[in-house]
């Protein structure tokens, strides 16, 4: 089935919640919307006698993303939504505006399937995975907490961009990329989420991105879909797409993935 949505909450919404934004897609007429997970930042603090024995899907008014706790002198950092909370855990929460913890994430997701509007979700949209600037353990760890946030939700996808090249050989990026976005893909199964990586071309010559390196990663990372967004593959073919049969060809390169 082919839907249409926005990303984000549409413009004509007068409330600005998720929950305002689901509402208004299904006054529309339409049937996804990509739900943005613009920021990151995260809330630490050490677990209370009320936390110990529960799950992060379990804890009100709380995103928890993460779990650390000390093993053999280190702390071993866990994302999970049915792990054990355990005495001395430190407990780090998500400060998004999305939704205040993962019931209402789950009443959201209800709410959008009751009104027939598929959810995705989209990860921040600055990413290292090539870790040319130092940043892809961040950017692994957004994605993962990405995935925590779709699987509560019932999003079927979570969409992200790459990164740029920077001073990277483009082949050695590519395999940085590779690695990390396995390392995702092994992460979502171990933490049981059912969502589904994708990866999103890029109109940037200086991201990483293009329709070849899409394909390139997703044979390298079995299990990790291409996303085509047509506006950059366009912008990125310098103008490819100029009659109606240049889209049945990039749509053929893709099926032979």
């Not at 305002?20 to 897609?25: A, F, L, Q, R, V």
């Not at 130092?134 to 779709?150: C, E, F, P, R, T």
Request: aromatic share 6%; charged share 30%; proline share 4%.
């Amino acid at each position: 089935m082919i839907r249409f949505g926005p990303s984000g909450i549409p413009l004509s919404c007068k409330g600005r919640t998720l929950r305002d934004g689901i509402e208004d897609i299904h006054n529309l007429g339409l049937t996804a919307m990509e739900v943005q997970l613009v920021r990151v930042n995260l809330n630490e603090r050490y677990a209370g006698e009320d936390d110990i024995g529960r799950t992060p899907r379990e804890i009100p008014a709380e995103l928890i993303v993460q779990i650390g706790r000390k093993e053999d002198r280190k702390e071993v950092m866990t994302s999970a939504l049915d792990e054990k909370i355990e005495k001395g855990d430190v407990l780090y929460s998500l400060a998004s505006g999305i939704a205040g913890d993962y019931h209402e994430l789950e009443d959201l997701g209800t709410l959008a399937r009751e009104l027939d509007i598929e959810l995705t979700l989209h990860t921040p949209y600055y990413m290292d995975l090539a870790d040319a600037d130092g940043l892809a353990q961040k950017s692994v760890a957004s994605v993962i907490w990405g995935g925590m946030l779709a699987e509560a939700m019932g999003a079927p996808m979570v969409i992200t961009h790459l990164g740029m090249f920077g001073e990277l050989d483009p082949k050695e990026a590519l395999n940085r990329i590779a690695k990390n976005l396995r390392t995702v893909r092994d992460a979502y199964k171990k933490a049981k989420i059912r969502s589904r990586l994708g990866i999103e071309a890029s109109g940037r010559t200086e991201v990483v991105g293009s329709l070849d390196e899409i394909l390139s990663l997703v044979k390298n990372a079995k299990g990790v879909l291409p996303v085509l967004n047509f506006a950059h593959v366009h912008a990125r073919g310098f103008g490819l797409f100029k009659r109606p049969e240049d889209f049945d060809d990039v749509l053929s390169k893709v099926e032979k993935v």
